[in-house]
């Protein structure tokens, strides 16, 4: 039971390129997010997915796309990178309904240059 | 929507020591808080949570208190052990069904 995956660990990007980065959960849960963390801001919601099938807007979705690929997968796609994106990234889920519990993923660390 | 303030940003304690983390909230529809410990490189591990029937929840070393007319939650940890030392994170589950995170506190445990 891996718990909450996500690839790649790394990733230097020049400005305007694109890459997706990958998350994937056997927990079978119902709800996915993703956040970014930066220093002394704490965790802040891109994008989330309540359950396979919706995806809704969080707090700073501005240059982001995200795809649920199905209940295990949901993937989050910077389309023409910018250096305001570095970041962590993180990826987590729950179980959904009044089960809140939520588990986080290793993260991606993202340098844009 | 939710705004969730924590403090302080860091903590430093002598081993054995008691910590105390405050958080908090706006919104008085929330219902579910979480804490978080985030060790260096990786991401933040759920220690403890408290719904908002529940005023206070102990689990060994840790306990978390919620006063609700007041809208904070607090994280306390007893006989600090450097193991302890990391970044803390509380959160409050909101009306919106998001996740609203406070800045973090930085535990350092001296020995």
């Known amino acids: 039971n891996a718990g909450v995956t996500q690839t790649p660990k790394f990733q230097v990007l020049k400005t305007g390129q694109s890459m997706t980065l990958q998350c994937a959960q056997d927990m079978n849960h119902n709800s996915m997010y993703w956040y970014r963390q930066d220093p002394g801001m704490g965790l802040r919601l891109i994008y989330y997915?309540?359950?396979?099938?919706?995806?809704d807007k969080g707090e700073v979705p501005n240059g982001y796309n995200v795809s649920r690929l199905n209940k295990r997968e949901f993937s989050l796609r910077l389309e023409s990178a910018a250096p305001s994106q570095t970041s962590v990234y993180f990826c987590a889920s729950r179980l959904g309904q009044a089960e809140y519990e939520q588990y986080f993923g290793p993260g991606t660390r993202l340098t844009v240059t | 929507g939710e705004n969730v303030e924590q403090h302080p940003s860091t903590l430093s304690v002598q081993e054995g020591d008691s910590a105390v983390i405050k958080c908090t909230y706006s919104d008085s529809a929330s219902n579910y808080f979480p804490w978080y410990k985030q060790e260096l490189g990786k991401g933040p591990q759920l220690i403890i949570d408290i719904r908002s029937n529940v005023g206070e929840k102990k689990d060994q070393r840790i306990a978390v208190t919620l006063n609700k007319t007041a809208k904070h939650f607090s994280l306390h940890i007893t006989e600090t052990q450097p193991e302890d030392s990391a970044v803390y994170f509380c959160?409050?589950?909101?009306?919106?069904?998001?996740?609203?995170f406070g800045a973090g506190t930085q535990v350092v445990v001296t020995p």
């Open positions: 959160a409050a589950y909101d009306s919106w069904g998001k996740f609203q």
């Open positions: 997915s309540a359950s396979e099938g919706t995806t």
